[in-house]
């Protein structure tokens, strides 16, 4: 019996014990009705939307974390705590914002054809929003979060939007855009609470600071509440002939300016319609955790291609992604969509719980504890009711596929696509549909041709169904990535291992990805950091399997004349640092280790060109064995670091743990990192905030947030005491610190005073009673009530996150729940 042929097997045990026992898996069953529906010939994309959205009523669609608002009594100022647990709306709630906000714009007379920019994470409002665009037939032009303010403003200039939607935690940088440049009409701010004060706060400073433009400051429940007074009126279909335009994807820019890929409304539509010709095919129920940008492609094929399957799509509950892990926990899905980081993190995380087990095991039987940390983790860390696992947007390494495959006990499938070109491959065959035909281009200065052997290889040249018509506003551009024929020129160099059997090589521009999906341009580093005093010459290496790059450098005569290489080597690192911090460039686009070399690059050894300019290919050629074997000494050191920083934490002052925790997980050197460095500036972004926090928590036992890792208040110092003060036990009770961090089940015999009051106070209580109440023959009362918001949804989680049903009173009414996150009105 072949590997495949069980894990199928495995895979249908699997659906029919779900579907027996899971309820909630059970009723997000695709109705065939509805798909049939939704398949019809010539549909529109607002008609597709309703069509979702009438024919799954009664169904949850959206899920939200449940928070609670929380006053400071120092401060008296409100703030917003996350609870475990989520809320849904239904399919008719979420069609009752979308028509009241499409009801509202339009009598704005914001039209269809007019752009509307959106800067936000994923989310319900965000959502709404989305599809309100979708319902008027205006064009969404979804912002990058993490684009720097002079490409926004590039973007905004181009499209001109009537209005831009914000959330309010980039309202700063959608305020600064605005006065920078092109002003719209109105600003919607979402994801707004006004009763939380920094929240409030923020949205009137940018309502004084627009006070004197034409712009008008709205929030989105203010709008909501105008549309909901104004008549239904038809939906505006475009006729049979025209397919208009809806929605442009900006790419990041890394070979130049933004260009915005044109997505009309058939391509969009698409993505609500499951089949073997997008991403995300049939299923059997699709429960999805939504946290990719609705910037990329990835994540809206996610998020419509849940709702257009009748699932529940269920949001990360912050940006920085720092609640990742506590969320998929809750969520539970069913389909893990994820780029190879996400891979990577999650794998980490179920090898740190193995390592800790074993550290505990003595004798014990090392495979057979492995095994049952693994199941554990399937259950605990991925929810245990998974029936598809994809990767895409960058090429995974065989290591991290074998090690997730291992965890997921189930076949990760690889997807390879574009913006423009819609999907292409899984897991190296082309799929026709949607792909037409495709060719391999020689590409002589690279190296690669028709008729290399073993198998040919060359440039990928596509046509499919998919295709994009161009980029917006960029004829001259669109015309270069065409050929004659017109085939679209992907850029990216491929070996034809057998009939429509493809493999990734290497990319023609000298464009790279990187393992978390962001582009560095090579050519443009090696410029930049060919600015520092001790470089002569740079050579830029990256592996799509890894997040960071790789660099051989040769210096110049004069620090070779004065430094050993061992000297020279930190030297150099912390030069490309401060050149990259002065050019402003991202902390991954800084090399974390390089090769010296101390003969440079020349026309004699073949590293340079007729025109002087680097021989890429020859350099890879020359090179590439020892830069993947620094990958594998990095990876291997890490490990090695992070097993003897385990050993040493009882006995090392938590800054000097802080400080080796950080240079193990960000590769950089502890022996002279100082103390005031920022998380950040070391070359850290949020997924490795992430990664670094678990670490912290294994170490200290102490939840440190992404938010407190990233914030650029924040140095080493302050992360650690952070620390102390949480051992010290200044916050409040949370549910971890009373039930335990891997709680299955909650019991009220959890709710010790201890648990509550320090042991201090505990100790005297018996004495200051005992005098209080002399001669009153009382025993002492040692109950403690709770506050009820410890009595909340916590108290509601049985062997799933709590249920919460609707009421409109908008206070917590807690239910048993089973099987996951279910319903509440968000009203």
């Not at 179920?350 to 983790?377: C, F, H, P, T, Y």
């Not at 696992?389 to 006990?409: D, F, I, N, R, Y």
């Not at 009673?769 to 918001?789: C, E, K, N």
Request: proline share 6%; with cysteine.
């Amino acid at each position: 019996m072949s590997t495949i042929t069980k894990q199928e097997k495995q895979l249908a045990r699997r659906v029919d014990d779900l579907t027996a026992n899971d309820p909630q898996f059970a009723a997000a069953k695709p109705d065939p009705a509805v798909a049939a529906a939704l398949a019809q010939p010539g549909l529109r994309l607002p008609q597709i939307i309703q069509t979702a959205l009438d024919g799954y009523a009664e169904r949850p669609a959206l899920g939200q974390r449940v928070a609670e608002f929380t006053k400071d009594p120092k401060t008296g100022r409100t703030s917003m705590e996350l609870l475990p647990s989520f809320e849904t709306i239904t399919y008719r709630q979420l069609g009752d914002r979308v028509g009241a906000l499409a009801r509202a714009w339009r009598h704005d007379l914001l039209h269809a054809g007019y752009r509307v920019c959106v800067l936000g994470f994923n989310s319900v409002d965000y959502a709404i929003i989305d599809m309100a665009l979708g319902v008027i037939g205006a064009v969404a032009v979804p912002l990058q979060t993490s684009a720097a303010i002079t490409q926004l403003q590039s973007i905004v200039t181009e499209t001109e939007p009537s209005m831009i939607a914000t959330s309010v935690n980039q309202l700063p940088d959608t305020v600064e855009l605005i006065l920078s440049g092109q002003a719209p009409a109105k600003l919607v701010v979402f994801d707004y609470h006004p009763e939380v004060d920094e929240q409030h706060d923020a949205v009137a400073t940018a309502r004084a600071r627009l006070a004197d433009s034409s712009v008008v400051v709205e929030s989105l429940t203010e709008v909501l509440g105008r549309g909901k007074t104004l008549p239904a009126t038809p939906i505006p279909v475009a006729d049979d002939s025209a397919d208009p335009l809806a929605l442009l994807i900006y790419t990041s820019g890394s070979t130049g300016a933004p260009k915005g890929a044109m997505y009309l409304q058939s391509n969009v539509g698409k993505m609500w319609r499951r089949s073997d010709g997008n991403w995300f095919g049939p299923t059997v129920a699709s429960i999805t955790l939504n946290f990719m940008p609705m910037s990329h492609v990835m994540g809206r094929g996610i998020l419509y291609g849940t709702l257009g399957n009748g699932g529940t799509a269920y949001f990360a509950a912050r940006s920085d992604l720092s609640t990742l892990l506590e969320d998929l926990k809750l969520v539970r899905p069913t389909e893990l969509n994820f780029v190879p980081r996400i891979w990577e993190t999650l794998y980490d995380e179920s090898k740190r719980a193995v390592d800790r087990r074993l550290a505990n095991s003595g004798s014990a039987d090392r495979a057979a504890i492995k095994a049952e940390v693994m199941d554990e983790q399937r259950q605990s860390l991925l929810g245990g009711r998974y029936i598809a696992a994809m990767t895409g947007s960058a090429p995974t390494s065989p290591e991290l596929k074998h090690g997730v495959e291992s965890l997921l006990e189930m076949h990760l499938l690889e997807g390879y696509g574009s913006t423009e070109a819609g999907m292409v491959l899984f897991d190296g065959e082309v799929q026709r549909p949607p792909v037409i035909d495709y060719k391999l281009v020689d590409v002589p200065d690279l190296g690669y041709f028709s008729t290399d052997q073993p198998y040919p290889r060359g440039e990928l040249l596509l046509k499919t169904q998919n295709m994009f018509p161009g980029y917006y506003k960029r004829p001259e551009v669109t015309a270069t990535v065409f050929d004659s024929d017109g085939y679209y020129q992907t850029g990216d160099i491929v070996a034809e291992v057998g009939p429509d059997r493809l493999v990734y090589v290497d990319r023609r521009n000298n464009v790279l990805k990187l393992a978390q999906g962001q582009f560095v341009t090579v050519a443009k580093l090696e410029a930049a950091f060919s600015n520092s005093p001790l470089v002569r010459q740079i050579y830029i290496y990256g592996n799509s399997a890894h997040p960071y790059l790789l660099a051989v450098v040769v210096p110049t005569e004069d620090a070779l004349a004065t430094n050993d290489i061992e000297v020279l080597k930190p030297l150099i690192i912390d030069s490309l640092q401060k050149v990259a911090k002065e050019a402003d460039l991202q902390s991954y686009e800084v090399p974390r280790d390089l090769i010296v070399e101390t003969t440079p690059f020349s026309l004699e050894n073949g590293l340079l060109t007729g025109i002087r300019k680097l021989a890429w290919p020859k350099l890879k050629q020359h090179y590439g064995a020892r830069l993947e074997q620094l990958y594998a000494d990095l990876v291997e050191g890490q490990a090695n670091a992070l097993h003897v920083l385990k050993q040493s934490v009882a006995n090392a002052p938590v800054l000097q743990t802080v400080s080796r925790a950080v240079g193990t997980i960000l590769g950089v050197a502890t022996t002279d990192l100082p103390s005031n460095a920022h998380f950040t500036d070391l070359g850290g972004d949020s997924l490795s905030a992430l990664t670094f926090g678990s670490l912290l928590r294994e170490l200290f036992d102490i939840d440190v947030p992404v938010g407190v890792i990233v914030s650029p208040v924040n140095n080493l110092v302050a992360i650690a005491d952070y620390i102390e003060r949480e051992r010290q036990g200044t916050k409040r009770p949370t549910f971890i610190a009373i039930h335990g961090r891997d709680a299955g089940k909650v019991h009220a015999s959890d709710l010790t005073l201890d648990k509550f009051i320090d042991v201090s106070t505990l100790t005297a209580a018996p004495v200051l009673a005992a005098t209080r109440h002399r001669g009153a023959h009382r025993p002492v009362d040692r109950r403690y009530r709770l506050p009820g918001a410890l009595l909340g949804p916590e108290m509601a989680r049985t062997d799933g996150p709590g249920r919460r049903e609707g009421n409109r009173s908008g206070k917590s009414q807690v239910q048993r729940g089973r099987s996951g996150p279910a319903r509440q009105d968000l009203r």
